[in-house]
Nanobody, 122 residues
Framework: QVQLVESGGGLVQAGDSLRLSCACS????????VGWFRQAPGKDREFVAA????????DYADSVEGRFTISKDLAKNTVYLQMNSLTPEDTAVYYC???????????????WGQGTQVTVSS
């Protein structure tokens, strides 16, 4: 069983940066494709960014490409999401996810964290 715990959310202003963390326990991150999704009020949950199962490649949603960066620290078994140039459209609950195969825009991940709120004011 995998447990994912997000942290780092908060209230920021447009143009600010924020870094989210996702601590993984129960299994090592290297066993999974890991990444981030988000859900804005009244909208479906959407893919944000992810590492491939082998950890060598990354994938980003078009809406965050060039602004967000996913990274990981295997020694800490933690994955991060660095978010720069935030806009009010980035306001959402951000969820960490892990899957034994792959994370894509249509994935139904095996594991989810509880989510962390990010609010960007204009």
């Amino acid at each position: 069983q995998v447990q994912l715990v997000e942290s780092g959310g908060g209230l920021v202003q447009a143009g600010d940066s924020l870094r989210l963390s996702c601590a993984c326990s129960g299994r090592t991150l290297s066993d999974y494709a890991v990444g981030w999704f988000r859900q804005a009020p009244g909208k479906d949950r959407e893919f944000v960014a992810a590492f491939s199962r082998n950890g060598f490649s990354t994938d980003y949603a078009d809406s965050v490409e060039g602004r967000f960066t996913i990274s990981k620290d295997l020694a800490k078994n933690t994955v991060y999401l660095q978010m720069n140039s935030l806009t009010p459209e980035d306001t959402a609950v951000y969820y960490c996810a892990a899957d034994s195969l792959v994370l894509t825009t249509t994935s139904r991940p095996d594991y989810w964290g509880q989510g962390t709120q990010v609010t960007v004011s204009s």
